[in-house]
Protein backbone atom coordinates (compact mmCIF):
# COMPACT_ATOMS: atom_id res chain seq x y z
CA UNK A 1 0.00 0.00 0.00
CA UNK A 2 1.36 3.43 -0.70
CA UNK A 3 1.72 5.66 1.95
CA UNK A 4 -0.69 8.36 2.23
CA UNK A 5 -3.55 7.64 0.16
CA UNK A 6 -6.80 5.75 1.74
CA UNK A 7 -7.62 3.90 -1.55
CA UNK A 8 -5.36 2.46 -4.13
CA UNK A 9 -7.65 1.67 -7.61
CA UNK A 10 -6.42 0.15 -10.63
CA UNK A 11 -6.47 1.70 -14.31
CA UNK A 12 -10.47 0.24 -14.88
CA UNK A 13 -10.90 1.65 -11.20
CA UNK A 14 -11.07 -1.31 -9.53
CA UNK A 15 -9.85 -1.27 -6.00
CA UNK A 16 -6.16 -3.04 -4.94
CA UNK A 17 -6.01 -2.02 -1.74
CA UNK A 18 -7.48 -0.36 1.46
CA UNK A 19 -5.23 1.72 3.90
CA UNK A 20 -6.03 -0.14 7.71
CA UNK A 21 -6.85 3.52 8.84
CA UNK A 22 -10.01 3.52 6.35
CA UNK A 23 -10.83 -0.23 6.53
CA UNK A 24 -11.38 0.36 10.16
CA UNK A 25 -13.40 4.01 9.58
CA UNK A 26 -15.30 1.97 7.30
CA UNK A 27 -15.56 -0.91 9.52
CA UNK A 28 -13.95 -3.44 7.02
CA UNK A 29 -13.13 -6.79 7.79
CA UNK A 30 -9.99 -8.33 5.91
CA UNK A 31 -10.00 -7.54 2.02
CA UNK A 32 -13.73 -7.87 1.45
CA UNK A 33 -13.64 -5.11 -1.09
CA UNK A 34 -10.76 -5.48 -3.24
CA UNK A 35 -11.04 -6.31 -6.36
CA UNK A 36 -14.37 -4.85 -6.58
CA UNK A 37 -14.98 -1.87 -8.81
CA UNK A 38 -15.26 1.26 -6.94
CA UNK A 39 -17.74 2.65 -9.04
CA UNK A 40 -20.27 0.08 -8.56
CA UNK A 41 -20.18 0.34 -4.76
CA UNK A 42 -21.77 4.25 -4.55
CA UNK A 43 -24.96 5.46 -4.98
CA UNK A 44 -26.17 5.53 -8.25
CA UNK A 45 -26.32 9.18 -9.16
CA UNK A 46 -22.45 9.60 -7.95
CA UNK A 47 -21.11 7.08 -10.14
CA UNK A 48 -20.99 9.04 -13.63
CA UNK A 49 -19.25 12.25 -11.68
CA UNK A 50 -17.15 10.07 -9.45
CA UNK A 51 -15.42 8.38 -13.03
CA UNK A 52 -15.04 12.05 -14.28
CA UNK A 53 -13.42 13.18 -11.27
CA UNK A 54 -11.20 9.98 -11.35
CA UNK A 55 -10.83 10.39 -14.77
CA UNK A 56 -9.43 14.31 -14.51
CA UNK A 57 -7.79 13.47 -10.97
CA UNK A 58 -10.22 16.29 -9.58
CA UNK A 59 -11.94 16.73 -5.92
CA UNK A 60 -15.95 15.83 -5.40
CA UNK A 61 -18.09 14.63 -3.27
CA UNK A 62 -19.73 11.15 -2.77
CA UNK A 63 -21.81 8.54 -0.52
CA UNK A 64 -19.16 5.47 0.02
CA UNK A 65 -21.01 2.50 1.98
CA UNK A 66 -19.56 0.94 5.21
CA UNK A 67 -19.60 -3.24 5.14
CA UNK A 68 -22.77 -3.04 7.72
CA UNK A 69 -24.01 -1.16 4.39
CA UNK A 70 -24.46 2.30 5.99
CA UNK A 71 -23.46 5.06 4.37
CA UNK A 72 -20.39 7.53 4.84
CA UNK A 73 -20.75 11.12 2.84
CA UNK A 74 -17.08 11.94 1.97
CA UNK A 75 -15.02 13.69 -0.24
CA UNK A 76 -12.41 12.18 -3.06
CA UNK A 77 -9.00 13.76 -3.41
CA UNK A 78 -7.56 11.57 -6.66
CA UNK A 79 -4.26 11.52 -7.57
CA UNK A 80 -2.44 9.76 -10.74
CA UNK A 81 0.22 6.63 -9.70
CA UNK A 82 2.26 4.92 -11.87
CA UNK A 83 0.98 1.94 -14.10
CA UNK A 84 -2.00 3.79 -14.72
CA UNK A 85 -3.38 3.19 -10.98
CA UNK A 86 -5.18 6.15 -8.90
CA UNK A 87 -4.91 6.88 -5.43
CA UNK A 88 -7.49 8.24 -3.21
CA UNK A 89 -7.35 10.42 -0.14
CA UNK A 90 -10.71 10.53 1.46
CA UNK A 91 -12.24 12.87 3.75
CA UNK A 92 -15.55 12.44 5.99
CA UNK A 93 -17.61 15.02 5.51
CA UNK A 94 -20.21 14.20 8.26
CA UNK A 95 -20.26 17.37 10.38
CA UNK A 96 -21.32 15.86 13.81
CA UNK A 97 -18.18 12.90 13.16
CA UNK A 98 -14.53 12.28 12.18
CA UNK A 99 -15.10 8.96 11.69
CA UNK A 100 -17.38 7.59 14.84
CA UNK A 101 -14.22 8.18 17.71
CA UNK A 102 -14.89 11.50 19.34
CA UNK A 103 -17.36 14.46 18.64
CA UNK A 104 -16.36 18.09 17.84
CA UNK A 105 -17.72 20.87 20.47
CA UNK A 106 -20.22 21.85 17.42
CA UNK A 107 -21.06 18.01 17.51
CA UNK A 108 -21.39 18.04 21.26
CA UNK A 109 -23.85 21.09 20.64
CA UNK A 110 -25.89 19.34 18.46
CA UNK A 111 -26.09 16.16 20.40
CA UNK A 112 -27.84 17.82 22.97
CA UNK A 113 -30.60 20.09 21.02
CA UNK A 114 -34.16 19.28 20.93
CA UNK A 115 -34.45 20.63 17.03
CA UNK A 116 -32.75 18.64 14.59
CA UNK A 117 -29.99 19.49 12.73
CA UNK A 118 -29.59 17.68 9.03
CA UNK A 119 -27.22 17.88 5.98
CA UNK A 120 -28.58 16.50 2.63
CA UNK A 121 -26.17 16.38 -0.69
CA UNK A 122 -27.68 17.76 -3.61
CA UNK A 123 -29.71 14.93 -4.91
CA UNK A 124 -31.42 14.96 -1.30
CA UNK A 125 -29.97 12.12 0.15
CA UNK A 126 -29.40 12.71 4.10
CA UNK A 127 -25.33 12.85 4.66
CA UNK A 128 -25.77 13.85 8.63
CA UNK A 129 -28.71 14.16 10.93
CA UNK A 130 -28.39 15.00 15.13
CA UNK A 131 -29.46 11.98 17.24
CA UNK A 132 -32.77 13.84 18.40
CA UNK A 133 -34.26 12.76 15.22
CA UNK A 134 -34.55 9.05 16.86
CA UNK A 135 -36.69 10.81 19.27
CA UNK A 136 -39.37 12.14 16.61
CA UNK A 137 -39.06 9.28 13.88
CA UNK A 138 -37.74 6.08 15.92
CA UNK A 139 -34.72 5.98 13.25
CA UNK A 140 -31.47 6.07 14.39
CA UNK A 141 -29.16 8.34 12.90
CA UNK A 142 -27.02 5.97 10.66
CA UNK A 143 -30.07 4.48 9.83
CA UNK A 144 -31.24 7.65 7.66
CA UNK A 145 -27.80 8.55 6.22
CA UNK A 146 -27.98 8.40 3.01
CA UNK A 147 -31.63 7.87 2.54
CA UNK A 148 -33.23 10.26 0.07
CA UNK A 149 -36.02 12.66 1.56
CA UNK A 150 -37.92 12.98 -1.08
CA UNK A 151 -38.40 9.33 -2.19
CA UNK A 152 -37.78 7.63 1.39
CA UNK A 153 -39.17 10.21 4.01
CA UNK A 154 -41.63 12.97 2.20
CA UNK A 155 -45.04 11.90 2.81
CA UNK A 156 -45.94 14.44 -0.62
CA UNK A 157 -42.92 13.67 -3.15
CA UNK A 158 -43.97 16.78 -4.40
CA UNK A 159 -43.29 18.74 -1.21
CA UNK A 160 -39.44 18.15 -2.40
CA UNK A 161 -39.59 19.44 -5.31
CA UNK A 162 -41.24 22.71 -4.17
CA UNK A 163 -38.41 22.88 -1.80
CA UNK A 164 -35.46 22.19 -4.67
CA UNK A 165 -37.62 25.35 -6.78
CA UNK A 166 -37.63 27.55 -3.37
CA UNK A 167 -33.61 27.15 -2.68
CA UNK A 168 -33.03 27.50 -6.15
CA UNK A 169 -34.66 30.66 -6.49
CA UNK A 170 -33.31 32.21 -2.77
CA UNK A 171 -30.52 30.40 -1.41
CA UNK A 172 -32.40 29.53 1.64
CA UNK A 173 -36.16 28.26 2.57
CA UNK A 174 -38.07 29.26 6.19
CA UNK A 175 -39.87 27.63 7.69
CA UNK A 176 -40.72 25.38 5.35
CA UNK A 177 -43.90 22.50 6.85
CA UNK A 178 -43.97 18.82 5.20
CA UNK A 179 -45.28 15.96 6.70
CA UNK A 180 -42.77 12.71 6.79
CA UNK A 181 -43.03 9.22 7.41
CA UNK A 182 -41.47 8.21 10.68
CA UNK A 183 -39.93 4.45 10.82
CA UNK A 184 -43.69 2.02 11.74
CA UNK A 185 -45.28 4.37 8.54
CA UNK A 186 -47.11 6.90 10.89
CA UNK A 187 -46.85 10.79 9.88
CA UNK A 188 -45.18 13.32 11.69
CA UNK A 189 -44.52 17.14 10.53
CA UNK A 190 -41.54 19.20 10.75
CA UNK A 191 -40.56 22.69 9.98
CA UNK A 192 -37.40 23.40 8.24
CA UNK A 193 -34.88 26.47 7.71
CA UNK A 194 -32.06 25.53 5.32
CA UNK A 195 -29.41 26.80 3.08
CA UNK A 196 -27.10 25.72 0.35
CA UNK A 197 -23.34 23.88 1.50
CA UNK A 198 -20.52 25.21 -0.36
CA UNK A 199 -17.16 23.17 -0.94
CA UNK A 200 -13.48 25.43 -0.72
CA UNK A 201 -14.15 26.04 -4.96
CA UNK A 202 -17.63 26.97 -3.93
CA UNK A 203 -19.56 24.42 -5.44
CA UNK A 204 -22.88 23.74 -4.14
CA UNK A 205 -22.54 19.99 -2.25
CA UNK A 206 -25.63 19.89 -0.14
CA UNK A 207 -27.90 21.54 2.26
CA UNK A 208 -27.79 22.36 5.80
CA UNK A 209 -30.46 22.78 8.38
CA UNK A 210 -32.67 22.84 11.12
CA UNK A 211 -36.00 20.82 11.43
CA UNK A 212 -38.72 21.35 14.52
CA UNK A 213 -41.28 18.99 15.35
CA UNK A 214 -44.57 20.57 14.83
CA UNK A 215 -46.84 17.79 14.69
CA UNK A 216 -48.72 18.52 17.80
CA UNK A 217 -49.34 21.66 16.19
CA UNK A 218 -50.59 20.46 13.01
CA UNK A 219 -52.26 17.82 14.23
CA UNK A 220 -54.24 20.60 16.45
CA UNK A 221 -54.71 22.81 13.39
CA UNK A 222 -56.33 20.00 11.80
CA UNK A 223 -58.61 19.48 14.16
CA UNK A 224 -59.72 22.83 14.18
CA UNK A 225 -59.70 22.96 10.36
CA UNK A 226 -61.86 19.99 10.68
CA UNK A 227 -63.94 21.92 12.78
CA UNK A 228 -64.28 24.56 10.84
CA UNK A 229 -65.36 22.63 8.23
CA UNK A 230 -67.42 20.81 9.79
CA UNK A 231 -69.19 24.08 11.15
CA UNK A 232 -69.27 26.12 7.56
CA UNK A 233 -71.21 22.37 6.11
CA UNK A 234 -74.14 22.90 8.86
CA UNK A 235 -73.77 26.73 8.06
CA UNK A 236 -74.17 26.16 4.42
CA UNK A 237 -76.69 23.09 4.75
CA UNK A 238 -79.04 25.84 7.46
CA UNK A 239 -78.68 28.93 5.25
CA UNK A 240 -82.06 30.38 4.46
CA UNK A 241 -80.79 31.71 1.00
CA UNK A 242 -79.82 29.68 -1.73
CA UNK A 243 -76.30 29.04 -2.34
CA UNK A 244 -74.76 27.34 -5.16
CA UNK A 245 -71.00 27.08 -6.23
CA UNK A 246 -69.94 26.95 -9.57
CA UNK A 247 -66.86 25.67 -11.15
CA UNK A 248 -66.03 28.39 -13.68
CA UNK A 249 -63.65 26.80 -15.71
CA UNK A 250 -66.11 23.52 -16.18
CA UNK A 251 -69.58 25.84 -15.70
CA UNK A 252 -71.02 23.53 -13.97
CA UNK A 253 -72.36 23.38 -10.25
CA UNK A 254 -70.38 21.41 -7.75
CA UNK A 255 -72.24 21.89 -4.76
CA UNK A 256 -75.49 23.79 -3.48
CA UNK A 257 -77.31 23.95 0.30
CA UNK A 258 -80.48 22.74 0.92
CA UNK A 259 -82.00 26.32 0.56
CA UNK A 260 -81.15 25.88 -3.21
CA UNK A 261 -82.53 22.25 -3.73
CA UNK A 262 -85.15 23.38 -2.09
CA UNK A 263 -86.09 26.23 -4.49
CA UNK A 264 -85.34 24.87 -7.62
CA UNK A 265 -86.82 21.94 -6.49
CA UNK A 266 -83.60 19.39 -8.32
CA UNK A 267 -81.48 16.90 -6.28
CA UNK A 268 -77.71 17.80 -5.75
CA UNK A 269 -77.38 15.02 -8.68
CA UNK A 270 -79.47 16.55 -10.98
CA UNK A 271 -78.32 20.16 -10.09
CA UNK A 272 -74.75 18.76 -10.93
CA UNK A 273 -75.99 17.33 -14.43
CA UNK A 274 -77.12 21.31 -15.16
CA UNK A 275 -75.49 24.36 -17.09
CA UNK A 276 -75.72 27.26 -15.15
CA UNK A 277 -78.15 28.76 -17.51
CA UNK A 278 -80.60 26.01 -17.55
CA UNK A 279 -81.29 27.43 -13.84
CA UNK A 280 -83.32 30.95 -15.41
CA UNK A 281 -86.39 31.41 -17.91
CA UNK A 282 -85.09 31.86 -21.86
CA UNK A 283 -85.92 35.47 -21.52
CA UNK A 284 -83.21 36.16 -18.79
CA UNK A 285 -80.43 34.11 -21.16
CA UNK A 286 -78.31 37.74 -21.89
CA UNK A 287 -78.56 38.62 -18.55
CA UNK A 288 -77.49 35.31 -17.07
CA UNK A 289 -74.98 34.99 -20.09
CA UNK A 290 -73.49 38.77 -19.19
CA UNK A 291 -73.60 37.51 -15.18
CA UNK A 292 -71.42 34.29 -16.20
CA UNK A 293 -68.86 36.20 -18.18
CA UNK A 294 -67.76 38.63 -15.59
CA UNK A 295 -67.93 35.89 -12.98
CA UNK A 296 -65.64 33.62 -14.84
CA UNK A 297 -63.56 36.72 -15.39
CA UNK A 298 -62.70 36.47 -11.83
CA UNK A 299 -64.39 39.95 -10.96
CA UNK A 300 -67.42 38.32 -8.93
CA UNK A 301 -70.46 40.74 -8.47
CA UNK A 302 -70.26 43.04 -5.42
CA UNK A 303 -73.63 44.56 -6.69
CA UNK A 304 -76.97 42.17 -6.39
CA UNK A 305 -78.34 41.28 -9.08
CA UNK A 306 -82.10 40.86 -10.37
CA UNK A 307 -82.47 37.54 -11.61
CA UNK A 308 -85.43 35.12 -11.99
CA UNK A 309 -85.41 31.06 -11.39
CA UNK A 310 -87.01 28.38 -12.54
CA UNK A 311 -87.85 25.19 -10.70
CA UNK A 312 -87.86 21.33 -12.13
CA UNK A 313 -91.21 22.10 -12.23
CA UNK A 314 -91.48 24.95 -14.52
CA UNK A 315 -92.79 27.46 -12.20
CA UNK A 316 -90.46 31.30 -11.92
CA UNK A 317 -88.77 32.22 -8.72
CA UNK A 318 -87.98 36.05 -8.39
CA UNK A 319 -84.29 36.32 -6.62
CA UNK A 320 -81.77 38.65 -6.37
CA UNK A 321 -78.35 36.96 -6.05
CA UNK A 322 -74.82 37.88 -5.52
CA UNK A 323 -71.59 36.49 -6.24
CA UNK A 324 -68.29 35.97 -4.98
CA UNK A 325 -65.15 34.34 -6.50
CA UNK A 326 -62.38 32.10 -5.07
CA UNK A 327 -59.18 30.15 -6.13
CA UNK A 328 -58.31 26.40 -3.98
CA UNK A 329 -55.77 24.13 -6.47
CA UNK A 330 -55.36 26.83 -9.08
CA UNK A 331 -58.93 26.56 -10.19
CA UNK A 332 -61.74 29.43 -9.82
CA UNK A 333 -65.37 28.52 -7.86
CA UNK A 334 -67.88 31.22 -8.12
CA UNK A 335 -70.38 30.88 -4.78
CA UNK A 336 -73.33 32.20 -5.94
CA UNK A 337 -76.26 33.83 -3.19
CA UNK A 338 -79.64 34.04 -4.61
CA UNK A 339 -82.55 35.07 -2.36
CA UNK A 340 -86.20 34.30 -3.13
CA UNK A 341 -88.07 37.28 -2.71
CA UNK A 342 -91.43 36.35 -3.77
CA UNK A 343 -92.84 37.32 -0.62
CA UNK A 344 -91.17 40.83 -0.92
CA UNK A 345 -92.55 41.45 -4.02
CA UNK A 346 -95.97 40.25 -2.98
CA UNK A 347 -95.58 43.04 0.51
CA UNK A 348 -94.13 45.30 -1.79
CA UNK A 349 -97.09 45.22 -4.07
CA UNK A 350 -99.87 45.37 -1.59
CA UNK A 351 -97.99 48.30 0.49
CA UNK A 352 -98.07 50.13 -3.02
CA UNK A 353 -101.76 48.94 -2.99
CA UNK A 354 -102.20 50.61 0.19
CA UNK A 355 -100.45 53.68 -0.94
CA UNK A 356 -102.41 53.97 -4.21
CA UNK A 357 -105.47 53.95 -1.46
CA UNK A 358 -104.14 56.28 0.52
CA UNK A 359 -103.43 58.59 -2.48
CA UNK A 360 -106.84 58.00 -3.94
CA UNK A 361 -108.05 59.07 -0.11
CA UNK A 362 -105.86 61.99 0.02
CA UNK A 363 -106.72 63.44 -3.38
CA UNK A 364 -110.37 63.00 -2.41
CA UNK A 365 -110.14 65.01 0.75
CA UNK A 366 -108.28 68.11 -0.96
CA UNK A 367 -111.07 67.73 -3.89
CA UNK A 368 -113.34 68.73 -1.10
CA UNK A 369 -110.62 71.58 0.39
CA UNK A 370 -111.09 72.13 -3.40
CA UNK A 371 -114.61 72.39 -4.40
CA UNK A 372 -114.79 75.07 -1.61
CA UNK A 373 -112.01 76.88 -3.30
CA UNK A 374 -113.58 76.72 -6.73
CA UNK A 375 -116.98 78.24 -4.56
CA UNK A 376 -114.73 81.41 -3.32
CA UNK A 377 -113.38 81.37 -7.16
CA UNK A 378 -116.77 81.08 -9.02
CA UNK A 379 -118.52 83.21 -5.97
CA UNK A 380 -117.76 87.03 -7.61
CA UNK A 381 -117.36 85.56 -11.33
CA UNK A 382 -121.38 84.36 -10.64
CA UNK A 383 -122.80 87.12 -8.87
CA UNK A 384 -121.00 89.53 -12.06
CA UNK A 385 -122.97 87.24 -14.59
CA UNK A 386 -126.03 87.37 -12.80
CA UNK A 387 -125.69 91.40 -12.93
CA UNK A 388 -125.01 91.36 -16.80
CA UNK A 389 -127.79 88.50 -17.71
CA UNK A 390 -130.18 91.19 -15.11
CA UNK A 391 -129.26 93.89 -16.95
CA UNK A 392 -129.65 92.71 -20.70
CA UNK A 393 -133.17 91.52 -19.52
CA UNK A 394 -134.29 95.13 -17.99
CA UNK A 395 -133.13 96.66 -20.91
CA UNK A 396 -134.43 94.45 -23.53
CA UNK A 397 -137.96 94.70 -21.80
CA UNK A 398 -137.49 98.47 -21.29
CA UNK A 399 -136.15 98.82 -24.64
CA UNK A 400 -133.47 101.14 -23.53
CA UNK A 401 -130.58 99.24 -24.46
CA UNK A 402 -129.05 99.28 -27.95
CA UNK A 403 -126.83 96.65 -29.51
CA UNK A 404 -123.77 97.79 -29.41
CA UNK A 405 -124.05 97.82 -25.60
CA UNK A 406 -125.84 94.66 -25.63
CA UNK A 407 -122.92 93.22 -27.31
CA UNK A 408 -120.72 94.75 -24.77
CA UNK A 409 -122.58 92.92 -22.12
CA UNK A 410 -122.31 89.46 -23.99
CA UNK A 411 -118.69 89.88 -24.38
CA UNK A 412 -118.25 90.67 -20.96
CA UNK A 413 -120.59 87.88 -19.96
CA UNK A 414 -118.16 85.62 -22.35
CA UNK A 415 -115.11 86.75 -20.43
CA UNK A 416 -116.19 85.67 -17.16
CA UNK A 417 -117.47 82.60 -18.15
CA UNK A 418 -113.92 82.26 -20.03
CA UNK A 419 -112.41 82.52 -16.44
CA UNK A 420 -114.22 80.22 -14.80
CA UNK A 421 -113.81 77.59 -17.54
CA UNK A 422 -110.17 78.00 -16.61
CA UNK A 423 -110.14 77.61 -13.24
CA UNK A 424 -111.86 74.53 -13.60
CA UNK A 425 -108.89 73.76 -16.10
CA UNK A 426 -106.62 74.65 -13.26
CA UNK A 427 -107.87 72.00 -11.25
CA UNK A 428 -108.28 69.53 -13.48
CA UNK A 429 -104.40 69.68 -14.26
CA UNK A 430 -103.75 69.76 -11.06
CA UNK A 431 -105.90 66.16 -9.87
CA UNK A 432 -104.37 64.37 -12.94
CA UNK A 433 -102.25 61.32 -12.35
CA UNK A 434 -98.65 62.75 -12.46
CA UNK A 435 -96.49 62.43 -15.86
CA UNK A 436 -92.89 61.70 -16.16
CA UNK A 437 -90.52 63.38 -14.26
CA UNK A 438 -89.99 66.71 -16.18
CA UNK A 439 -87.69 69.79 -15.15
CA UNK A 440 -89.94 72.60 -14.44
CA UNK A 441 -89.75 76.45 -12.74
CA UNK A 442 -90.11 75.60 -8.69
CA UNK A 443 -91.24 79.71 -8.77
CA UNK A 444 -94.42 78.95 -11.29
CA UNK A 445 -95.34 75.54 -9.86
CA UNK A 446 -95.85 77.86 -5.94
CA UNK A 447 -97.39 80.56 -8.15
CA UNK A 448 -99.83 77.74 -9.49
CA UNK A 449 -100.65 75.64 -5.94
CA UNK A 450 -101.12 79.37 -4.73
CA UNK A 451 -103.77 80.98 -7.05
CA UNK A 452 -105.62 77.76 -6.25
CA UNK A 453 -106.20 77.95 -2.96
CA UNK A 454 -105.30 81.56 -2.46
CA UNK A 455 -109.40 82.52 -2.28
CA UNK A 456 -109.48 80.82 0.38
CA UNK A 457 -106.62 82.71 2.04
CA UNK A 458 -108.19 85.67 1.14
CA UNK A 459 -111.50 84.56 2.69
CA UNK A 460 -110.27 84.06 6.20
CA UNK A 461 -107.54 86.96 6.15
CA UNK A 462 -104.27 85.09 5.85
CA UNK A 463 -101.33 86.81 3.94
CA UNK A 464 -98.96 85.19 1.94
CA UNK A 465 -95.73 86.07 1.69
CA UNK A 466 -93.22 85.03 -0.46
CA UNK A 467 -89.32 84.58 -0.42
CA UNK A 468 -88.49 82.83 -3.43
CA UNK A 469 -84.67 82.92 -5.52
CA UNK A 470 -85.75 83.51 -8.86
CA UNK A 471 -85.35 80.79 -11.85
CA UNK A 472 -84.75 77.96 -9.53
CA UNK A 473 -86.01 74.35 -11.52
CA UNK A 474 -86.52 71.04 -10.28
CA UNK A 475 -86.25 67.60 -12.45
CA UNK A 476 -89.33 65.32 -10.36
CA UNK A 477 -92.41 64.86 -10.64
CA UNK A 478 -94.24 67.79 -10.94
CA UNK A 479 -97.69 67.32 -9.71
CA UNK A 480 -96.97 64.94 -6.88
CA UNK A 481 -94.79 68.35 -5.37
CA UNK A 482 -97.35 70.59 -5.88
CA UNK A 483 -99.40 68.56 -3.82
CA UNK A 484 -97.29 68.49 -1.28
CA UNK A 485 -97.24 72.27 -1.33
CA UNK A 486 -101.03 72.75 -1.26
CA UNK A 487 -100.94 69.76 1.81
CA UNK A 488 -99.10 71.82 4.09
CA UNK A 489 -100.36 75.17 3.22
CA UNK A 490 -103.83 74.00 3.37
CA UNK A 491 -102.59 72.47 7.27
CA UNK A 492 -101.55 76.25 7.59
CA UNK A 493 -104.40 77.80 6.87
CA UNK A 494 -106.76 75.63 8.78
CA UNK A 495 -104.79 75.45 11.89
CA UNK A 496 -104.88 79.74 11.43
CA UNK A 497 -108.41 80.21 10.95
CA UNK A 498 -109.00 77.60 13.78
CA UNK A 499 -107.76 79.23 16.71
CA UNK A 500 -108.41 82.79 15.27
CA UNK A 501 -105.28 83.91 14.96
CA UNK A 502 -104.40 88.04 14.75
CA UNK A 503 -103.00 89.12 12.03
CA UNK A 504 -102.64 85.08 10.67
CA UNK A 505 -99.85 84.46 7.92
CA UNK A 506 -97.93 81.77 5.49
CA UNK A 507 -94.38 82.55 4.77
CA UNK A 508 -92.72 80.75 2.07
CA UNK A 509 -88.76 80.67 1.83
CA UNK A 510 -86.91 79.01 -1.14
CA UNK A 511 -83.44 78.75 -1.81
CA UNK A 512 -80.86 76.99 -3.83
CA UNK A 513 -77.33 75.97 -3.24
CA UNK A 514 -74.70 73.34 -4.18
CA UNK A 515 -77.23 70.82 -5.92
CA UNK A 516 -79.80 70.84 -3.30
CA UNK A 517 -83.29 73.11 -3.17
CA UNK A 518 -84.62 74.32 0.75
CA UNK A 519 -88.26 74.75 0.35
CA UNK A 520 -89.35 76.26 4.02
CA UNK A 521 -93.21 76.66 5.19
CA UNK A 522 -93.82 78.21 8.23
CA UNK A 523 -96.90 80.03 9.93
CA UNK A 524 -97.87 82.38 13.18
CA UNK A 525 -100.60 79.64 14.35
CA UNK A 526 -98.82 78.43 17.79
CA UNK A 527 -96.86 75.34 16.32
CA UNK A 528 -97.38 71.65 16.87
CA UNK A 529 -98.60 70.04 20.30
CA UNK A 530 -95.19 68.41 21.45
CA UNK A 531 -96.91 64.85 21.91
CA UNK A 532 -98.35 65.32 18.72
CA UNK A 533 -95.04 66.03 16.89
CA UNK A 534 -93.38 62.73 16.39
CA UNK A 535 -96.42 61.19 15.00
CA UNK A 536 -97.64 64.09 12.35
CA UNK A 537 -96.55 61.71 10.09
CA UNK A 538 -98.30 58.67 10.78
CA UNK A 539 -101.18 57.62 8.78
CA UNK A 540 -104.54 58.51 9.86
CA UNK A 541 -102.87 60.57 13.25
CA UNK A 542 -104.90 64.21 12.53
CA UNK A 543 -105.48 66.59 15.35
CA UNK A 544 -108.48 68.13 13.88
CA UNK A 545 -112.08 66.79 14.90
CA UNK A 546 -112.85 66.96 11.20
CA UNK A 547 -109.56 65.62 9.88
CA UNK A 548 -108.45 62.17 8.02
CA UNK A 549 -104.85 62.19 8.85
CA UNK A 550 -103.42 61.20 5.76
CA UNK A 551 -102.42 64.88 3.97
CA UNK A 552 -98.96 64.68 6.24
CA UNK A 553 -98.43 61.15 5.73
CA UNK A 554 -98.92 61.20 2.02
CA UNK A 555 -96.80 64.40 1.50
CA UNK A 556 -94.11 62.20 3.54
CA UNK A 557 -94.20 59.18 1.14
CA UNK A 558 -93.97 61.54 -1.56
CA UNK A 559 -90.98 63.72 -0.98
CA UNK A 560 -88.66 60.82 0.60
CA UNK A 561 -89.91 58.08 -1.60
CA UNK A 562 -90.92 59.32 -5.38
CA UNK A 563 -88.89 62.21 -5.05
CA UNK A 564 -85.97 60.81 -2.81
CA UNK A 565 -85.90 64.26 -0.69
CA UNK A 566 -86.55 64.43 3.26
CA UNK A 567 -89.54 66.83 4.96
CA UNK A 568 -89.37 67.26 8.28
CA UNK A 569 -91.04 69.42 10.88
CA UNK A 570 -90.28 71.97 14.07
CA UNK A 571 -91.72 74.97 16.06
CA UNK A 572 -90.63 78.07 16.13
CA UNK A 573 -91.19 80.95 17.97
CA UNK A 574 -94.28 81.89 16.38
CA UNK A 575 -95.58 78.58 15.00
CA UNK A 576 -95.09 75.28 13.14
CA UNK A 577 -92.28 75.39 9.97
CA UNK A 578 -92.33 72.61 7.14
CA UNK A 579 -88.61 72.04 5.41
CA UNK A 580 -88.44 70.06 2.06
CA UNK A 581 -84.91 69.63 1.14
CA UNK A 582 -84.72 68.10 -2.56
Avoid at 162 to 180: C, I, N, S, Y
Amino acid sequence: MISGYDLILDADYNILSISAEYAEKLQYSGNSDQAKSFLELLKPEYRSRAAAALKNCEKDFCFIPTERNKWIFTEINPAPLPAGRTGIKIKNLNPLSDGGSSFSSFAEFIENMFDIYYTSDIYGNITAVSPSIFIYSGFTPEELIGKNLGNDLYVNPELRIKFKELMGTQGRVTAFDAPLYRKDGSIWWVSTSAHFIKNSYGTVIGVEGIARDITDYKEGQEKLVKGIETRYKALFESATDSIFIFDLRTKSIVDANAAARKMTGYSLDELRELMPEQLHPRYEYEKIKDYIVRKREGFGLKETVRLDFMTKQGDIIPAEITASVITEDNRKFSIDVARDISQRLATEKKQREQEQMLIHQSKMAAMGEMISNIAHQWRQPLSKITGILTNLEMGTLQGFIDKKEAETLIHEAFSTLKFMSRTIDDFKNFFSPSKPIEEFCINAALKEVISIIEPNLRFHGIRVLMKVQENIFLKTYRNEFCQVLLNIIQNAKDVLSIRRITDPKIEIRITAGREKTVIRISDNGGGIDHNAMERIFEPYFTTRPDGQGIGLYMSKIIIEKNIKGTITAKNTFEGAEFTIVI
